[in-house]
C-alpha cells in the first residue's frame, strides 16, 4: 500500500513559495521550541556552566591568568566535538552566551526539522505527523545538556534523510560523500554516529525485495560498512580512553529513566501525560488504519526500540547511555508515519500540536528564568571573591529536601569565567575533553563521570580528615577531595530553603544568598601539605 496525497491541501505563501500548512506548522514549532534559549540567559542544564566554561577556555581564557595554572587545551581527535569546534570560534564574532545559545538553537531546530526531511525523504512531502516528533527535542539527553550528543543527532536526522533521497547512494562519489559526512557527525559524538548507521543498516536492510535474501541483504549491508568504515578507523586509531569504561546496564533499575527520558518540559520532569498521549495517538492510530508506518522503517523502529529497552547505563566512561535512544525512537516513529484521518481531524491535530509545543515552550521558558535569576546571584556574589581562587561545591542534601539538586552542580564553573577560579567539576576527563588540568592540580578535580557529583555537606568531616573507611562515596566518587581543605580556598554550599544543617568548623561564612553560602574554607592540620 503506497502513501495517499497530502489531506491537508490548503497552502501557504511564502516569498512567493507555495508550501503545505504542516511544513509551515514545523516551521513555526522550531521557532516555538528555539525561543526558551533566547529568553533566558543562563539555562537550567546541568552541564551549561560547565561547557560555557570550557569555550571560554578555548577562545582563549586558558592562555590568560591565572586560568593558567590550572587548565590548558589540548586538541584530540575525540569524538566529543561538535561544541568545542564551533562555539568558541562563533563567539570571537557575537560574544560567548550569544555563540552558545545559537548552537542550541540549531540543536532544537534540527531534530524538529529533521523529522520533517525523513518524512518528506520517505513520502515526497510534508505531512501532519512530523510534527508530532517536534515534541521529542525536548527530551532528557537535551535537558541535561549533553550538547554534543543531540547536535550530532540532530545532523543524522539530516544525513538519514538525504541517505533516503539520494537515488544514486550506491555509487563511489556518493558513498564516499556520505562516508564523510558520517565522520563528521562521528566527532560530534559517537553514538550520534552510530544511531545514524544503525538507522542506514535497517533502511538498507528493509529496501530488499521480498523475500529478502542473506546476499541481497549482504550486498546492502557492505555499502553501510564503507559509510562506516572511517569513522571506524578514527575509532580505532584514536580510541577515546574513557576512564571507567566498564559497560554497565542495570536495566531494572533506570525503567523509569528511560521512559522518561523520551520527552521533558524542563529538567528532571518527564511529561508523562504528553508522552501517554502521543503513545495513545500512534498505537491506536496503527491500529484503526489511520496511521501508516512507512514499510521500510519498520524493522529500524524495531531495532531503535529493542535498543531503548537493552542500551546501557555506562558506556566509554560515559553515563547516560540509556538516555540517549528514547527521544530517537519517538523522533523516527512519528517521522515515518502518514496520517490517514479525515481533513477536518487532522487540520485539529496540527493545531493540537502548535499549542502544545507553544505551552511546552512557555513551560521551560518560566522555569528558566526563575533559575537565571538564582545563577545570575550566584555570579554577583561570586563576584566578590578572590581571582584565581579554588572553589569546591556542596550540597545540603537535607535542606535541599526533594527538590532537584542537579541544576547546581556545575554552578560554580561560572566563577572560572567571572573570576579565573577553579573547580574540580570542570569536564577534563583524558579522552573525552580537550581541556585539561596542568598536573598542579590534576591530584583534586574529578577524573570520570563518576566522579562528576558534589559532596554532601554531612560527609564534609570524613572528607577533612581522610577517612575513607565509613563511606563508599569517599573512596568512590570524591577521592580528589580527601583533605580537601588543604586544597581549596572557598566552599559553596547549595541549600535552598530548608532547615541548614551543621557547617565543619573550618568553613568561615562569607555571604549568606537566598538558596547558597559561601564560605572561606580554613586551612587547618594541613602539616606539611
Request: hydrophobic share 55%; proline share 5%; aromatic share 12%.
Amino acid at each position: 500500500m503506497g502513501p495517499k496525497p497530502d489531506p491537508v491541501r490548503v497552502t501557504g505563501n511564502i516569498g512567493g513559495l507555495r508550501l503545505p500548512w504542516p511544513a509551515l506548522a514545523l516551521f513555526a514549532a522550531a521557532l516555538l521550541l528555539v525561543l526558551p534559549i533566547w529568553l533566558a540567559r543562563m539555562p537550567a542544564m546541568p552541564d551549561y556552566p560547565a561547557h560555557l566554561a570550557s569555550f571560554d577556555l578555548l577562545a582563549g581564557g586558558a592562555k590568560s591568568s591565572p586560568l593558567s595554572q590550572y587548565y590548558r587545551v589540548q586538541w584530540a581527535f575525540v569524538p566529543n566535538l561538535a561544541s568545542e569546534a564551533i562555539v568558541p570560534c562563533l563567539s570571537h564574532l557575537v560574544g560567548l552566551a550569544q555563540a552558545t545559545a545559537i548552537f542550541l538553537s540549531l540543536t532544537v531546530a534540527t531534530w524538529v526539522l529533521g523529522a520533517g526531511a525523513v518524512h518528506w525523504a520517505l513520502y515526497g512531502r510534508i505531512g501532519t505527523a512530523p510534527l508530532f516528533a517536534c515534541f521529542f527535542a525536548y527530551n532528557a539527553n537535551f535537558m541535561w545538556g549533553f550538547f554534543n550528543y543531540t547536535f550530532g543527532v540532530g545532523f543524522a536526522l539530516f544525513g538519514f534523510a538525504g541517505w533516503i533521497a539520494d537515488g544514486n547512494r550506491g555509487r563511489p562519489m556518493h558513498l564516499a560523500g556520505f562516508a564523510l559526512a558520517t565522520l563528521a557527525i562521528y566527532f560530534c559524538h559517537v553514538f550520534a554516529a552510530a544511531t545514524l548507521l544503525v538507522l542506514i543498516a535497517c533502511y538498507e536492510v528493509s529496501n530488499c525485495d521480498r523475500p529478502i535474501s542473506f546476499r541481497a541483504a549482504l550486498t546492502r549491508l557492505a555499502n553501510v560498512a564503507v559509510l562506516g568504515a572511517p569513522s571506524a578507523l578514527a575509532f580505532v586509531l584514536f580510541k577515546p580512553k574513557g576512564v571507567g569504561g566498564v559497560i554497565t546496564f542495570n536495566l531494572l533499575d533506570t525503567i523509569i529513566d528511560r521512559l522518561s527520558a523520551a520527552v521533558q518540559f524542563t529538567f528532571d520532569r518527564p511529561a508523562w501525560l504528553l508522552l501517554a498521549a502521543l503513545a495513545a495517538l500512534f498505537a491506536v492510530g496503527v491500529w484503526r488504519g489511520k496511521i501508516f508506518v512507512h514499510s521500510r522503517m519498520r524493522f529500524g523502529l524495531i531495532v531503535v526500540a529493542i535498543a531503548c529497552i537493552l542500551a546501557p547505563e555506562w558506556a566509554m566512561g560515559g553515563w547516560g547511555v540509556d538516555l540517549r535512544l528514547p527521544a530517537v525512537l519517538g523522533t523516527i516513529a512519528f517521522a515515518s508515519a502518514d496520517f490517514r484521518f479525515e481533513r477536518r481531524t487532522e487540520a485539529a491535530l496540527l493545531v493540537a500540536a502548535l499549542a502544545v509545543a507553544a505551552w511546552s515552550a512557555a513551560t521551560l521558558t518560566g522555569n528558566w528564568r526563575y533559575y537565571d535569576r538564582r545563577f545570575a546571584e550566584f555570579r554577583a556574589a561570586a563576584g566578590k571573591i578572590e581571582p584565581g581562587a579554588k572553589l569546591v561545591t556542596v550540597l545540603d542534601g537535607d535542606a535541599m529536601g526533594l527538590a532537584s539538586d542537579q541544576p547546581y552542580w556545575h554552578m560554580a564553573e561560572y566563577a572560572i569565567i567571572d573570576r579565573g577560579a577553579f573547580t574540580p567539576l570542570l569536564f577534563t576527563t583524558a579522552g573525552q575533553h580537550v581541556i585539561r588540568l596542568q598536573p598542579a592540580v590534576a591530584g583534586i578535580a574529578a577524573k570520570s563521570a563518576q566522579e562528576g557529583s558534589p559532596p554532601d555537606i554531612s560527609e564534609l568531616d570524613d572528607l577533612a580528615a581522610g577517612n575513607v573507611t565509613d563511606d563508599k562515596d569517599i573512596r568512590e566518587v570524591f577521592p580528589y577531595l580527601i583533605r580537601f581543605q588543604c586544597h581549596y580556598d572557598v566552599a559553596v554550599v547549595v541549600h535552598l530553603g530548608g532547615h541548614r544543617s551543621r557547617v565543619p568548623d573550618m568553613l568561615e561564612l562569607r555571604h549568606a544568598g537566598s538558596f547558597f553560602s559561601l564560605y572561606r574554607i580554613r586551612r587547618e592540620d594541613c602539616g606539611t601539605q
